[in-house]
């Protein structure tokens, strides 16, 4: 068994790809799904039998471990779920579609936009293969229907077999040219697997954090290290994250993040079954099945224009939230700037137009979507004015009545305070 060996984490890891920081994104939620679409970067334990005793390791060297592995071939079933606990959705799904890009007005059920989000509730498996950076695989596995997702080098597929709908991007709109990264099968700040949620979840890394090893586990039949990384801040809504990593390779194969409310996690991610041999070539190809629709990628941002304000809700929260660690006032990118630092980072976001909440007085909201937002929304009050606070396991947002949003890890009355203090 592994000592709990532990640093405080001040930056030592700059040099490190897990130790690179980026400047927060953030696109504005303006119905309550996009605070569930916030957390898709996190999700309740896989069961691990054992606990392997392998050679000492201090939590610097594990995440050095993680940040120089060179694996990038792998293939295995990634199991994935996530509890933030809202209300089910039941029926209003449709209400939302326009809000979060996707298909109320005949778009493609297969535009990776759309079906991505729905990793942000529930359980799932998933199947995926990679093989280097320009080749990758996700497929979702439902009943009696699988959804994939198809990387090879500048050309992107998506099919939906449930509807015989197929998605295609090709070039830039593949993640290639244009400086674009390249590498990205699914929308950009939408993981898919343990390793993407581990390194987002590193980013955050910083004299706020107390990171440690805490023993060993046996996980999709490989032995692995227990990385631990805690906030130092009271406020945040998190309690703690626990990384499973490979011992003889470095790859996380298990994502856990607990909340500070308690109870069952509200995201957990891992392998189930994993092999690091080279997948088959045949995982990398796709020909539209006869008959399948096919939406383009230029086709599919038109439609979600139409429908809506395009990727609603998109916004990694992860990523963004104390990656940068700025002062209140630091300017952010476009209308969006970091309140606080750390855990208790906030980003403070002007809505388009300046609005708040559609309300069911002004008729810009369905009776179904109106109740539903109503059902999760505290009123509150302050200098700042008047505004609704939604509230997940997780993630919370404060949308003030004149059209800003204060949206973080955080609790209620964090956002409340930092409403009032930028007023």
């Known amino acids: 068994m592994a000592p709990n060996d532990s640093v405080e984490s001040n930056g030592g890891t700059r040099g490190t790809a897990v130790g690179r920081r980026k400047a927060a994104r953030y696109i504005v939620p303006v ?6 679409a916030a957390t898709i970067g996190l999700v309740p334990a896989l069961a691990s039998t054992g606990d392997p005793d392998l050679p000492k390791i201090t939590a610097q060297q594990l995440i050095e471990k993680i940040a120089a592995s060179d694996t990038q071939r792998l293939s295995g079933t990634v199991k994935i779920s996530t509890d933030l606990g809202l209300p089910s959705l039941g029926g209003l799904a449709g209400s939302f579609a326009q809000g979060v890009g996707g298909s109320g007005k005949g778009g493609s ?8 989000t729905e990793l942000a509730s529930g359980t799932h498996t998933l199947r995926i293969a990679a093989d280097g950076p320009d080749k990758q695989r996700v497929s979702i596995l439902e009943n009696a229907a699988e959804y994939s997702l198809i990387h090879n080098g500048d050309q992107v597929w998506a099919y939906d077999s449930r509807t015989n709908q197929a998605y295609h991007a090709a070039g830039d709109r593949a993640g290639q040219g244009s400086g674009k990264k390249s590498g990205h099968a699914a929308p950009e700040g939408v993981p ?22 805490d023993g060993t586990a046996r996980v999709a039949g490989r032995d692995a290290y227990k990385l631990v990384v805690k906030p130092r801040q009271g406020g945040s809504t998190i309690k703690s994250v626990t990384i499973a990593v490979d011992a003889e390779n470095g790859v996380p194969l298990k994502f856990t993040l607990l909340p500070n409310s308690g109870g ?91 609005t708040g909440l559609p309300s069911k007085a002004s008729g810009d909201a369905p009776g179904e979507a109106q109740q539903f937002l109503d059902s999760l929304g505290d009123k509150v009050s302050g200098s700042f004015g008047s505004g609704t606070v939604f509230k997940t396991r997780l993630v919370n947002a404060l949308m003030t009545d004149d059209g800003r949003v204060y949206v973080g890890a955080v609790t209620p009355d964090a956002l409340v305070k930092a409403a009032n203090a930028a007023s």
């Open 109 to 116: 059920t297969a535009d990776p936009q759309t079906k991505m």
């Open 192 to 213: 898919a697997t343990p390793k993407a949620f581990a390194e987002q979840a590193l980013k955050a890394a910083g004299p706020t954090t107390s990171v440690t090893v």
């Open 264 to 354: 069952k996690a509200v995201v957990d991610a891992g392998f189930t079954k994993v092999d690091f041999a080279k997948p088959a070539a045949s995982s990398f190809t796709f020909t539209p099945p006869k008959g399948a629709e096919v939406t383009e990628a230029d086709e599919a941002k038109a439609q979600r224009k139409a429908d809506g304000p395009e990727g609603l809700g998109m916004f990694p929260g992860a990523e963004g939230l104390g990656a940068e660690g700025r002062g209140a006032g630091d300017a952010g990118v476009g209308d969006a700037k970091v309140i606080g630092e750390g855990w208790n980072a906030i980003a403070e976001i002007r809505t388009p137009g300046g």
């Open 31 to 36: 119905a309550v799904a996009g605070v569930a």
